[in-house]
Protein backbone atom coordinates (compact mmCIF):
# COMPACT_ATOMS: atom_id res chain seq x y z
CA UNK A 1 0.00 0.00 0.00
CA UNK A 2 2.79 2.44 1.01
CA UNK A 3 4.45 1.50 -2.68
CA UNK A 4 1.68 2.08 -4.55
CA UNK A 5 0.90 5.80 -2.58
CA UNK A 6 4.61 6.77 -3.12
CA UNK A 7 4.66 6.13 -6.85
CA UNK A 8 1.31 7.90 -7.21
CA UNK A 9 3.29 11.10 -5.34
CA UNK A 10 6.11 10.77 -7.87
CA UNK A 11 3.63 10.59 -10.88
CA UNK A 12 2.05 13.60 -9.66
CA UNK A 13 5.22 15.57 -9.36
CA UNK A 14 6.55 14.34 -12.82
CA UNK A 15 2.94 15.75 -14.30
CA UNK A 16 2.84 19.02 -12.31
CA UNK A 17 6.52 19.40 -14.18
CA UNK A 18 4.73 19.66 -17.55
CA UNK A 19 1.98 22.17 -16.15
CA UNK A 20 2.98 25.68 -16.41
CA UNK A 21 4.84 27.89 -13.97
CA UNK A 22 2.65 30.39 -12.69
CA UNK A 23 5.12 33.65 -12.04
CA UNK A 24 7.99 32.18 -14.06
CA UNK A 25 9.08 33.58 -17.41
CA UNK A 26 10.74 32.70 -20.40
CA UNK A 27 11.59 34.70 -23.67
CA UNK A 28 10.75 33.13 -27.06
CA UNK A 29 14.02 32.48 -28.80
CA UNK A 30 14.43 35.22 -30.80
CA UNK A 31 14.25 37.75 -28.53
CA UNK A 32 17.36 39.07 -27.13
CA UNK A 33 19.58 42.12 -28.75
CA UNK A 34 18.85 44.99 -30.84
CA UNK A 35 14.96 45.21 -32.25
CA UNK A 36 12.85 47.94 -33.98
CA UNK A 37 8.96 48.44 -31.87
CA UNK A 38 6.60 50.56 -33.37
CA UNK A 39 4.44 51.28 -30.10
CA UNK A 40 7.24 53.50 -28.92
CA UNK A 41 9.11 56.03 -31.23
CA UNK A 42 11.53 57.60 -28.46
CA UNK A 43 14.74 54.67 -29.56
CA UNK A 44 15.05 50.92 -30.59
CA UNK A 45 14.45 48.23 -28.12
CA UNK A 46 16.60 45.87 -26.08
CA UNK A 47 16.02 42.84 -24.99
CA UNK A 48 18.25 41.06 -22.25
CA UNK A 49 17.02 37.38 -22.62
CA UNK A 50 19.75 36.37 -19.84
CA UNK A 51 17.55 38.48 -17.36
CA UNK A 52 14.39 38.47 -18.89
CA UNK A 53 14.45 42.19 -19.21
CA UNK A 54 13.58 44.93 -21.35
CA UNK A 55 16.97 47.49 -21.07
CA UNK A 56 15.91 50.27 -23.13
CA UNK A 57 13.05 52.08 -25.79
CA UNK A 58 10.56 51.41 -23.63
CA UNK A 59 9.55 54.65 -21.70
CA UNK A 60 6.58 55.27 -20.13
CA UNK A 61 6.05 58.61 -18.13
CA UNK A 62 3.27 58.25 -15.63
CA UNK A 63 2.23 60.39 -13.40
CA UNK A 64 5.60 62.55 -14.10
CA UNK A 65 7.43 59.65 -13.11
CA UNK A 66 9.14 57.72 -15.80
CA UNK A 67 9.62 53.84 -16.35
CA UNK A 68 12.39 52.74 -18.95
CA UNK A 69 13.59 49.54 -17.81
CA UNK A 70 10.88 46.16 -17.35
CA UNK A 71 11.27 42.61 -16.08
CA UNK A 72 9.61 39.71 -17.27
CA UNK A 73 7.59 37.96 -14.17
CA UNK A 74 4.89 35.36 -16.72
CA UNK A 75 4.72 34.23 -19.91
CA UNK A 76 2.12 31.93 -21.02
CA UNK A 77 3.12 30.47 -24.50
CA UNK A 78 -0.20 28.56 -25.05
CA UNK A 79 -2.02 31.54 -25.12
CA UNK A 80 0.83 33.77 -26.44
CA UNK A 81 0.74 36.07 -23.03
CA UNK A 82 3.56 37.75 -21.88
CA UNK A 83 3.60 40.17 -18.69
CA UNK A 84 6.19 43.20 -17.54
CA UNK A 85 6.72 44.79 -14.58
CA UNK A 86 8.06 48.25 -14.32
CA UNK A 87 11.37 48.28 -12.59
CA UNK A 88 10.76 51.83 -11.46
CA UNK A 89 7.79 52.78 -9.51
CA UNK A 90 5.47 55.55 -10.22
CA UNK A 91 4.59 58.00 -7.81
CA UNK A 92 1.33 59.19 -7.22
CA UNK A 93 1.14 61.66 -4.42
CA UNK A 94 3.97 60.04 -2.37
CA UNK A 95 1.96 56.42 -2.93
CA UNK A 96 3.84 53.92 -5.04
CA UNK A 97 2.72 52.66 -7.80
CA UNK A 98 4.12 49.64 -10.01
CA UNK A 99 3.13 49.82 -13.70
CA UNK A 100 2.84 46.80 -15.77
CA UNK A 101 2.47 45.89 -19.39
CA UNK A 102 0.95 42.54 -20.80
CA UNK A 103 1.71 41.86 -24.62
CA UNK A 104 -0.46 39.41 -26.80
CA UNK A 105 1.73 38.45 -29.32
CA UNK A 106 1.92 36.78 -32.74
CA UNK A 107 4.90 35.25 -34.37
CA UNK A 108 5.09 35.98 -38.10
CA UNK A 109 8.91 34.97 -38.33
CA UNK A 110 11.93 34.19 -36.16
CA UNK A 111 12.50 37.70 -36.96
CA UNK A 112 8.91 39.53 -36.52
CA UNK A 113 6.31 39.73 -34.59
CA UNK A 114 3.35 40.97 -34.26
CA UNK A 115 1.74 42.19 -30.56
CA UNK A 116 -1.08 44.07 -28.83
CA UNK A 117 -0.91 46.07 -25.82
CA UNK A 118 -3.14 44.21 -23.21
CA UNK A 119 -4.49 47.23 -21.21
CA UNK A 120 -6.60 49.70 -20.86
CA UNK A 121 -5.93 53.46 -22.39
CA UNK A 122 -4.16 55.51 -19.16
CA UNK A 123 -4.72 59.41 -19.55
CA UNK A 124 -1.90 60.08 -17.39
CA UNK A 125 0.60 58.27 -19.05
CA UNK A 126 0.25 59.95 -22.30
CA UNK A 127 -2.27 58.24 -22.93
CA UNK A 128 -0.05 55.08 -23.32
CA UNK A 129 -1.60 51.00 -22.88
CA UNK A 130 -0.25 50.28 -19.27
CA UNK A 131 -1.62 48.85 -16.28
CA UNK A 132 -0.47 50.78 -13.15
CA UNK A 133 -1.49 50.18 -9.14
CA UNK A 134 -0.35 50.07 -5.91
CA UNK A 135 2.67 48.76 -4.92
CA UNK A 136 2.41 45.77 -2.40
CA UNK A 137 5.99 44.83 -0.72
CA UNK A 138 4.21 41.34 0.45
CA UNK A 139 3.97 40.29 -3.16
CA UNK A 140 6.67 39.14 -5.09
CA UNK A 141 5.00 37.04 -7.86
CA UNK A 142 2.88 37.97 -10.59
CA UNK A 143 0.95 35.88 -12.88
CA UNK A 144 -1.24 36.62 -16.33
CA UNK A 145 -4.74 37.03 -15.15
CA UNK A 146 -7.67 39.22 -16.26
CA UNK A 147 -6.60 42.04 -13.57
CA UNK A 148 -3.41 43.00 -15.95
CA UNK A 149 -4.07 41.55 -19.65
CA UNK A 150 -7.98 42.60 -20.03
CA UNK A 151 -8.58 45.24 -21.77
CA UNK A 152 -12.03 46.91 -22.55
CA UNK A 153 -11.95 48.74 -25.66
CA UNK A 154 -8.96 47.42 -28.30
CA UNK A 155 -9.00 48.22 -32.02
CA UNK A 156 -7.54 46.56 -35.04
CA UNK A 157 -5.37 49.04 -35.82
CA UNK A 158 -3.84 49.53 -32.94
CA UNK A 159 -1.84 46.67 -33.52
CA UNK A 160 2.43 47.05 -32.74
CA UNK A 161 5.07 45.53 -34.80
CA UNK A 162 8.53 44.33 -33.42
CA UNK A 163 11.41 43.56 -36.23
CA UNK A 164 14.80 42.28 -35.16
CA UNK A 165 17.44 44.87 -36.34
CA UNK A 166 19.07 42.14 -38.28
CA UNK A 167 16.33 40.91 -39.83
CA UNK A 168 14.91 44.43 -41.58
CA UNK A 169 14.81 42.64 -45.38
CA UNK A 170 13.20 39.42 -43.97
CA UNK A 171 10.52 41.16 -42.57
CA UNK A 172 9.44 42.48 -45.93
CA UNK A 173 5.83 41.50 -47.02
CA UNK A 174 3.86 42.90 -50.13
CA UNK A 175 1.45 46.09 -50.05
CA UNK A 176 -2.16 46.16 -49.69
CA UNK A 177 -3.94 46.39 -53.14
CA UNK A 178 -4.62 50.31 -52.76
CA UNK A 179 -0.77 50.80 -52.83
CA UNK A 180 -0.02 48.82 -55.71
CA UNK A 181 0.77 51.32 -58.57
CA UNK A 182 2.87 54.10 -59.39
CA UNK A 183 1.40 57.62 -58.74
CA UNK A 184 1.29 60.99 -58.66
CA UNK A 185 0.08 62.54 -55.18
CA UNK A 186 -0.74 65.78 -53.29
CA UNK A 187 0.13 66.08 -49.52
CA UNK A 188 -2.09 68.35 -47.44
CA UNK A 189 -0.24 69.17 -44.21
CA UNK A 190 -3.40 70.84 -42.50
CA UNK A 191 -2.65 74.26 -44.16
CA UNK A 192 -1.17 73.85 -47.25
CA UNK A 193 -0.75 71.02 -50.10
CA UNK A 194 2.67 70.31 -51.85
CA UNK A 195 3.88 67.97 -55.08
CA UNK A 196 0.73 67.02 -57.19
CA UNK A 197 1.66 67.03 -60.73
CA UNK A 198 5.15 65.10 -62.18
CA UNK A 199 5.31 63.68 -58.43
CA UNK A 200 5.98 59.94 -58.30
CA UNK A 201 5.13 57.63 -55.59
CA UNK A 202 6.33 54.28 -56.95
CA UNK A 203 4.72 50.40 -55.32
CA UNK A 204 5.10 48.81 -58.76
CA UNK A 205 8.90 48.56 -59.14
CA UNK A 206 9.63 46.73 -56.15
CA UNK A 207 5.54 45.55 -54.74
CA UNK A 208 7.55 45.11 -50.81
CA UNK A 209 8.94 48.68 -51.54
CA UNK A 210 7.06 52.10 -51.49
CA UNK A 211 9.50 54.76 -53.17
CA UNK A 212 9.17 58.27 -53.44
CA UNK A 213 11.41 60.58 -55.37
CA UNK A 214 12.05 63.84 -54.29
CA UNK A 215 13.47 65.21 -57.27
CA UNK A 216 10.04 65.71 -58.31
CA UNK A 217 8.87 67.03 -54.49
CA UNK A 218 11.13 67.38 -51.84
CA UNK A 219 8.14 67.35 -49.18
CA UNK A 220 9.72 64.36 -46.92
CA UNK A 221 7.44 61.39 -46.38
CA UNK A 222 6.88 58.55 -44.11
CA UNK A 223 9.73 60.25 -42.02
CA UNK A 224 12.72 59.11 -44.21
CA UNK A 225 15.82 61.19 -45.82
CA UNK A 226 16.05 58.55 -48.46
CA UNK A 227 12.25 58.35 -49.62
CA UNK A 228 12.78 54.36 -49.05
CA UNK A 229 10.70 51.99 -46.97
CA UNK A 230 9.73 48.37 -46.54
CA UNK A 231 6.00 47.03 -46.13
CA UNK A 232 6.23 44.70 -43.13
CA UNK A 233 2.34 44.61 -42.34
CA UNK A 234 -0.86 45.47 -42.81
CA UNK A 235 -4.26 44.43 -41.37
CA UNK A 236 -8.05 45.69 -42.50
CA UNK A 237 -11.25 47.15 -41.04
CA UNK A 238 -14.04 47.37 -43.83
CA UNK A 239 -12.66 49.11 -46.32
CA UNK A 240 -9.08 50.77 -44.64
CA UNK A 241 -6.17 48.95 -44.53
CA UNK A 242 -3.72 49.70 -42.07
CA UNK A 243 -0.59 49.55 -43.36
CA UNK A 244 2.84 49.73 -41.52
CA UNK A 245 6.17 50.53 -43.62
CA UNK A 246 10.04 50.45 -42.31
CA UNK A 247 11.84 53.25 -43.06
CA UNK A 248 15.26 51.98 -44.53
CA UNK A 249 17.87 54.75 -43.77
CA UNK A 250 20.60 53.27 -41.81
CA UNK A 251 20.11 55.66 -39.21
CA UNK A 252 17.26 57.78 -37.72
CA UNK A 253 17.54 60.49 -35.05
CA UNK A 254 13.86 60.00 -33.30
CA UNK A 255 13.27 63.50 -33.85
CA UNK A 256 12.54 64.29 -37.14
CA UNK A 257 13.51 60.95 -38.57
CA UNK A 258 11.95 57.65 -37.65
CA UNK A 259 11.86 53.69 -38.29
CA UNK A 260 7.88 53.46 -38.81
CA UNK A 261 5.31 54.79 -40.51
CA UNK A 262 1.53 53.31 -39.78
CA UNK A 263 -0.87 53.98 -43.36
CA UNK A 264 -4.74 53.97 -42.74
CA UNK A 265 -5.33 53.82 -46.80
CA UNK A 266 -8.26 53.32 -48.78
CA UNK A 267 -9.87 53.85 -52.03
CA UNK A 268 -12.43 55.37 -53.92
CA UNK A 269 -12.61 54.64 -57.75
CA UNK A 270 -8.61 55.04 -58.86
CA UNK A 271 -8.31 57.46 -56.26
CA UNK A 272 -6.27 56.70 -53.34
CA UNK A 273 -6.77 58.51 -49.91
CA UNK A 274 -3.92 57.72 -46.68
CA UNK A 275 -3.21 59.70 -43.53
CA UNK A 276 0.21 59.15 -41.83
CA UNK A 277 1.18 58.23 -38.07
CA UNK A 278 4.78 57.77 -36.87
CA UNK A 279 5.23 54.59 -34.96
CA UNK A 280 1.44 52.40 -34.76
CA UNK A 281 -1.89 53.66 -35.74
CA UNK A 282 -3.67 55.73 -33.95
CA UNK A 283 -6.68 54.47 -32.35
CA UNK A 284 -10.13 55.66 -35.16
CA UNK A 285 -7.25 56.67 -37.59
CA UNK A 286 -8.65 57.93 -40.45
CA UNK A 287 -7.48 58.45 -44.35
CA UNK A 288 -8.65 61.39 -44.76
CA UNK A 289 -8.23 62.95 -41.68
CA UNK A 290 -4.39 63.98 -40.28
CA UNK A 291 -3.31 62.50 -37.18
CA UNK A 292 -1.93 64.38 -34.31
CA UNK A 293 1.66 62.50 -34.43
CA UNK A 294 1.68 62.66 -39.05
CA UNK A 295 2.50 64.61 -41.49
CA UNK A 296 -0.64 64.83 -43.03
CA UNK A 297 -3.11 63.71 -45.75
CA UNK A 298 -2.54 61.89 -49.26
CA UNK A 299 -4.25 61.74 -52.34
CA UNK A 300 -2.80 59.80 -54.96
CA UNK A 301 -3.86 59.21 -58.67
CA UNK A 302 -2.22 56.81 -60.60
CA UNK A 303 0.39 56.48 -63.23
CA UNK A 304 -0.40 53.20 -63.69
CA UNK A 305 -1.91 49.78 -61.35
CA UNK A 306 -0.15 46.72 -60.60
CA UNK A 307 -2.56 44.66 -58.03
CA UNK A 308 -2.84 41.31 -57.30
CA UNK A 309 -5.43 38.88 -58.26
CA UNK A 310 -5.61 38.87 -54.66
CA UNK A 311 -4.29 41.05 -51.80
CA UNK A 312 -1.29 39.16 -51.08
CA UNK A 313 0.58 36.61 -53.98
CA UNK A 314 1.29 32.91 -52.70
CA UNK A 315 3.92 32.58 -49.79
CA UNK A 316 7.34 31.06 -50.75
CA UNK A 317 6.42 27.73 -48.74
CA UNK A 318 2.74 27.83 -50.94
CA UNK A 319 4.59 28.25 -53.99
CA UNK A 320 6.96 25.98 -53.15
CA UNK A 321 4.15 23.04 -52.68
CA UNK A 322 2.35 24.35 -55.49
CA UNK A 323 5.73 23.67 -57.64
CA UNK A 324 5.86 20.04 -56.03
CA UNK A 325 2.16 19.30 -56.36
CA UNK A 326 2.76 19.97 -60.43
CA UNK A 327 6.22 18.31 -60.34
CA UNK A 328 4.27 15.23 -58.66
CA UNK A 329 1.70 15.35 -61.48
CA UNK A 330 3.86 15.40 -64.47
CA UNK A 331 5.90 12.77 -63.10
CA UNK A 332 2.36 10.54 -62.60
CA UNK A 333 1.37 12.10 -66.15
CA UNK A 334 4.74 10.66 -67.80
CA UNK A 335 4.26 7.49 -65.79
CA UNK A 336 0.77 7.22 -67.25
CA UNK A 337 1.96 7.46 -70.59
CA UNK A 338 4.97 5.37 -70.61
CA UNK A 339 3.40 2.84 -69.07
CA UNK A 340 0.26 2.58 -71.82
CA UNK A 341 3.26 2.52 -74.77
CA UNK A 342 4.92 -0.22 -73.28
CA UNK A 343 1.52 -1.96 -73.19
CA UNK A 344 0.68 -1.01 -76.35
CA UNK A 345 3.84 -2.73 -77.20
CA UNK A 346 3.47 -5.77 -75.47
CA UNK A 347 0.19 -6.48 -76.25
CA UNK A 348 1.03 -6.23 -80.11
CA UNK A 349 4.10 -8.63 -79.78
CA UNK A 350 1.93 -11.19 -77.77
CA UNK A 351 -0.95 -10.83 -80.47
CA UNK A 352 1.30 -11.07 -83.65
CA UNK A 353 2.84 -14.36 -81.52
CA UNK A 354 -0.59 -15.98 -81.49
CA UNK A 355 -1.62 -14.74 -84.40
CA UNK A 356 1.12 -16.24 -86.62
CA UNK A 357 0.33 -19.57 -84.85
CA UNK A 358 -3.47 -19.51 -85.34
CA UNK A 359 -2.58 -18.44 -89.47
CA UNK A 360 -0.03 -21.72 -89.72
CA UNK A 361 -2.31 -24.25 -88.15
CA UNK A 362 -5.44 -22.69 -90.38
CA UNK A 363 -2.82 -22.91 -93.53
CA UNK A 364 -2.26 -26.71 -92.90
CA UNK A 365 -5.48 -27.46 -91.83
CA UNK A 366 -6.76 -25.78 -95.50
CA UNK A 367 -4.48 -27.42 -97.24
CA UNK A 368 -5.50 -31.13 -95.98
CA UNK A 369 -8.67 -30.51 -96.98
CA UNK A 370 -8.21 -28.86 -100.09
CA UNK A 371 -6.26 -31.88 -100.99
CA UNK A 372 -8.67 -34.10 -100.12
CA UNK A 373 -11.80 -32.20 -101.51
CA UNK A 374 -10.26 -31.16 -104.62
CA UNK A 375 -10.04 -34.22 -106.81
CA UNK A 376 -12.11 -35.11 -109.12
CA UNK A 377 -12.69 -37.98 -112.07
CA UNK A 378 -10.91 -38.18 -115.39
CA UNK A 379 -12.59 -38.20 -118.40
CA UNK A 380 -12.93 -41.80 -118.25
CA UNK A 381 -15.06 -41.85 -114.91
CA UNK A 382 -11.89 -43.04 -113.21
CA UNK A 383 -10.67 -41.40 -109.69
CA UNK A 384 -7.27 -40.23 -110.25
CA UNK A 385 -4.36 -41.86 -107.90
CA UNK A 386 -3.97 -39.98 -104.76
CA UNK A 387 -1.15 -38.21 -104.12
CA UNK A 388 0.72 -37.80 -100.92
CA UNK A 389 0.53 -34.95 -99.40
CA UNK A 390 3.59 -33.13 -98.23
CA UNK A 391 2.27 -32.29 -94.82
CA UNK A 392 0.69 -35.87 -94.37
CA UNK A 393 3.08 -38.96 -93.15
CA UNK A 394 3.57 -41.24 -96.00
CA UNK A 395 2.35 -44.65 -95.11
CA UNK A 396 4.71 -47.56 -94.99
CA UNK A 397 4.59 -50.24 -98.07
CA UNK A 398 2.25 -53.55 -96.93
CA UNK A 399 3.34 -56.87 -97.33
CA UNK A 400 2.73 -58.12 -100.29
CA UNK A 401 -0.55 -60.25 -100.33
CA UNK A 402 0.34 -64.29 -100.66
CA UNK A 403 -0.76 -65.02 -104.51
CA UNK A 404 -4.31 -67.22 -104.74
CA UNK A 405 -3.93 -70.54 -105.43
CA UNK A 406 -4.70 -70.95 -109.36
CA UNK A 407 -8.43 -71.73 -110.91
CA UNK A 408 -8.90 -75.46 -111.64
CA UNK A 409 -11.26 -76.49 -113.83
CA UNK A 410 -14.09 -78.67 -112.25
CA UNK A 411 -16.51 -80.96 -114.28
CA UNK A 412 -19.90 -80.66 -113.82
CA UNK A 413 -21.97 -83.13 -112.86
CA UNK A 414 -25.41 -81.35 -114.59
CA UNK A 415 -23.53 -81.13 -117.30
Known amino acids: MNTCYNYLVILSVFWNGFERIEGACTFPTTWDGTWYDSSLTAADVTF???????TSGWTITAYSSTVSTWTCVDHDSSSNLILFKGDQHVNLFSSLQNAFRCLKYTKMSDGKYIYYVYADIQVNANNAR????????????????STYCNPSDLSTEEYAVLVQASQTSAAKVYFPTPFLGTFAYTHNDGSSTTCGSGSVWDVCTDRQIMTVNYTQCATKQFFSTGGESYCVYYTSSGSTYYTTVLNTDSTVDFSTTYRFTCYAVTSSGSTVYASDSKGQCERSQSPTTKQSDGTGTLVFTPYVTCPFTTDE???????????????????LIIAVIVGFILYKKFKGQHKTMHQTLRENQAGMALETYRDALSISPTEDGRLPPITPSSNLPKPEDPEAPAPLPPISTMTSNYL
Not at 132 to 142: F, G, N, R
Not at 313 to 331: D, F, Q, R, T
Open 48 to 54: NKASLQV
Open 130 to 145: VHIESHDPSVTTYTIS
Open 313 to 331: PASASSLGLIIAIVVVLLL
